[in-house]
Structures are given as C-alpha cells and as structure tokens.
C-alpha cells in the first residue's frame, strides 16, 4: 500500500500531464524503491523526479538501476543513506519542482535547455578513493604546463568550474574519475572507452574522497555537437547521465565514472612503465 500510493504521489507531481501514463518513469521509481529499501520521503521522491528524466538514454531506456553500482546500496551499509541525502539535497537545491519549473524554463527558439547536476553528497562515505587518468603528454590549458609537473608542483589537478548552479544551460566540464584502479593503460581504456587519440592513460592520480566530498556528480555523456556550423550547434548532445561507461563501441566499457569539480587535491601520482609494465610512484603528498 505504501508503495502504490508513493506511486500516486509520482502522478499528482507530473504537472500538467497528470492523467497521462508515463510507464518509464513509473518503472524507475519501482527501481528506487528497491535501492533505498524502505520507504521515500516526499522530498527524496521528489529530487528523483527531478534528475530521474536524465537517466533516459537514446534509445528509450533507462539506466536507474545503475545508481545501485554509483552509490553501492547493496555493498556499503551508507549507501542508500548517501542516495538519500543526494536526492534531499537535489530537491532543496533547485526549489522542489515547483522551483525547477520557473527558475530553469525549456525553450526551444531560443534553444535553452536544462540539465540538473545530479550532486553526489557524501561520496567519502561510499568509497575512500577516486582515480583519475590522464594523458602522459597533457599541459594546463592557460599555461602550457605539462600536467606530470603541475600536479607535482602543487598537488592538485587543474582547475575546471565549480557548481555553483543546480541546473545548466550548456555542458560544464568536470575531471571525470572512476572508483577502480585497473592494472594497466590498456585495462583503463576498455573500461572507460577512452580512445587511443584521447588519451595514453600512462599517468593515473589517486584523489582522496574526503577532500572532493561535496564536489562530486553523477557523470553525463560527454558527446560534443561537430557541426560545422557553430551557431547551429546543440548545447547538449545525446541529453542523458552515464554512470557506466558502455556507448562507445568497440571497446567493451563497463567502468563507473563519475564528475569531479573544481582543483582536487591529489594523494598520489603514478605513472606507467612500458618497459617495466607497471604503474610506478613518481610523486606522493
């Protein structure tokens, strides 16, 4: 009974289209209940409703039951505790969906779309580490630096953006990290789909949770519109969160990844060794 009327309050939110079935979303809030495993507060159901749209991909699935892998709600006994407070905090942050429907209005012309930043709250309480990979060849951005020496030089990455907005009209940039260290570059490409032109993956970064525990998010495809022309390219391509890494064939994916804001401050810099064919320590806080 609990459940079924859960279910009517999902109905009674989705204004104006109220009487309309929408199976998908009624599916994933099922996959909800099954993550949290006791039962939603209104305002928890309501931050989903708000993100849950975004866990849709291209070809009209959805991808809810994958926030069982992000948050480890089966393996880590904080994890739905975490998922909570993520969706409590996704809901206050945008104003419920009353706030979401009239501070961040869809337009077509002029094209404004919205995109919520799914913020993982908590992320130290999950797992204690992340890991980011790099290309052995990178530099800063505005400086030329190679990055091997900034992060040694300052024991941070480079900065991207913090979030300060719940919502965005435009892709942000994030350092994209991942909960595993594979054992090689080659490993690390698979599973994250990382093509050979993008990135050697010969420098890898440990990042210690604790210090990014309010900068983390959910991680989006990250596809760019090429259209030649640019004022007809779209903000957002291929609209939708990807927590698991698996549109990129041929390689096989499969890794987590999630977003990490800001200049994190990194544990430990390693480096790959062909001729050694292992991962050695070239710099350590």
């Known amino acids: 009974m609990r459940r079924l009327s859960l279910l009517c309050s999902v109905r009674s939110m989705r204004r104006p289209y109220l009487w309309e079935p929408d199976p998908i979303t009624d599916e994933q809030v099922r996959v909800l209940f099954t993550l949290l495993g006791r039962p939603v507060l209104g305002e928890e ?6 993100v849950c749209s975004r866990l849709v991909d291209e070809f009209g699935g959805h991808r809810t039951h994958e926030l069982a892998d992000i948050f480890r709600t089966s393996t880590t006994s904080e994890g739905r ?3 909570r407070q993520s969706l409590l905090y996704m809901n206050r942050w945008v104003g419920g969906l009353a706030g979401y429907e009239s501070r961040f209005p869809v337009t077509i012309k002029p094209a404004r779309p919205a995109f919520p930043l799914f913020k993982i709250v908590g992320i130290d309480r999950i797992v204690p580490t992340l890991f980011r990979v790099l290309d052995s060849h990178a530099a800063v951005r505005s400086t030329g630096e190679p990055v091997r020496q900034f992060i040694a030089r300052t024991g941070r990455l480079p900065g991207v953006p913090r979030q300060v907005r719940p919502v965005r009209r435009s892709k942000p940039w994030f350092h994209w990290c991942s909960y595993s260290a594979w054992e090689s570059p080659s490993a690390t490409r698979e599973a994250l789909q990382i093509l050979p032109n993008w990135s050697d993956c010969s ?24 259209n030649p022309n640019k004022e007809e390219r779209l903000k957002f391509l291929k609209y939708f969160y990807e927590p698991m890494v698996q549109d990129h064939e041929p390689l096989p994916g499969g ?12 544990s430990i810099l390693e480096e790959w060794s062909n001729r050694q064919h292992m991962w ?3 710099w350590q806080a």
């Open 45 to 50: 159901l309501e931050g989903f409703l708000i």
């Open 280 to 282: 050695n320590v070239v």
């Open 255 to 266: 890794g987590l990844q999630i977003g990490v804001a800001g200049t994190p401050r990194v």
């Open 203 to 226: 420098l890898r970064v440990s990042i210690p949770a604790s210090h990014v525990s309010r900068s983390t998010f959910l991680a989006f495809n990250g596809d760019i519109d090429q």
């Open 81 to 83: 505790d975490v998922l």
